[in-house]
């Protein structure tokens, strides 16, 4: 985010600050994509071809894993504020 001038005039806090609130865009991001795949796969889990199935609980778990990533990286990032 440094490039561009962005950050021209802005404490270390503001900056730390908006890549948290950012960050936390995509995760609800990501949980409002994999809520749809779960309700997506419960409701066409009889009629749809198996590889769709496959692929959309692959996506799921995809998805489920980058938000726990997130999540870590939220709080990791939450946490460091105790240092500025």
């Known amino acids: 985010m440094t490039g561009g001038g962005y950050t021209a005039g802005m404490s270390k806090l503001d900056v730390a600050k908006e890549r948290i609130a950012y960050a936390k865009l995509w995760l ?15 409701r066409n889990i009889r009629s749809a071809d198996w590889k769709i199935i496959v692929a959309d609980v692959l996506a799921m778990v ?8 997130l999540d870590g990286h939220i709080r ?3 946490a460091s504020l105790e240092e500025l």
Request: hydrophobic share 65%; with cysteine; net charge negative.
């Open 76 to 78: 990791f990032a939450i």
């Open 62 to 69: 995809g998805v489920s894993w980058g938000c726990y990533f």
């Open 28 to 42: 609800g991001i990501m949980i409002v994509t994999d809520i749809s795949l779960m309700a997506w796969l419960v």
